[in-house]
């Protein structure tokens, strides 16, 4: 089976197409000396200065920094009070652009994805890397465009006029059909 991580060449493009194009990659991560890749199944983008709804609307702040950083950098950031989310940085290194990674197979929603993997602020500004802990790999699923759910954003009722903008992508439910629950949550107990 084809392992292939994914270099800076992926994320060295734009943020849309790269949030896209994660669906059908594994997400992957090693940890107590096991390793476990889960299918990515749902993806945000966030692009640039007047995405309204990007954490860089504003300009770069020290909780920012890694969004202004090159390709393929591992922005972690705390929300809420409680919940870390996983963003992996997008396009030219000082333009800030990430995807925010919502969900794998058989977990839902970012906090819970990283809870699950014990992802935190320790991986924030890494490069994804086996070194970090946590890559990407394409492992050769095809995904074609009738195969993704494209919907706007979800909680940016805030950001205006990029409240809509259709950057959310789901890989919908007959491609995931073939991955069962309990392959996902049998991986899952491995890096516990």
Not at 164 to 188: D, E, I, M, Q
Request: overall charge positive; some cysteine.
């Amino acid at each position: 089976m084809l392992h292939k991580p994914l270099g800076q060449s992926f994320f060295d493009r734009p943020t849309v197409a790269v949030a896209e194009e994660l669906l059908g990659k594994f997400l992957v991560r090693k940890g107590g000396g096991k390793i476990v890749a889960l299918m990515i199944t749902e993806t945000e983008a966030y692009d640039g200065f007047d995405d309204k709804a990007s954490h860089a609307s504003r300009g770069k702040t020290p909780r920012n920094t890694p969004m202004f950083e090159k390709p393929a950098t591992i922005y972690v950031y705390f929300t809420y009070g409680m919940h870390w989310m996983l963003n992996i940085v997008c396009g030219k290194e000082e333009y800030p652009a990430a995807v925010l990674i919502r969900g794998v197979e058989s977990i839902v929603g970012p906090a819970r994805l990283t809870k699950a993997l014990h992802i935190d602020k320790r991986l924030n500004t890494l490069l994804l890397s086996k070194k970090s802990g946590l890559w990407i790999e394409d492992r050769g699923v095809s995904v074609s465009k009738k195969d993704i759910l494209t919907t706007p954003r979800i909680g940016v009722h805030y950001a205006q006029e990029w409240t809509h903008k259709p950057w959310r992508f789901v890989l919908c439910a007959n491609k995931k059909s073939g991955l069962t629950k309990s392959r996902s949550r049998s991986n899952l107990q491995k890096i516990r």
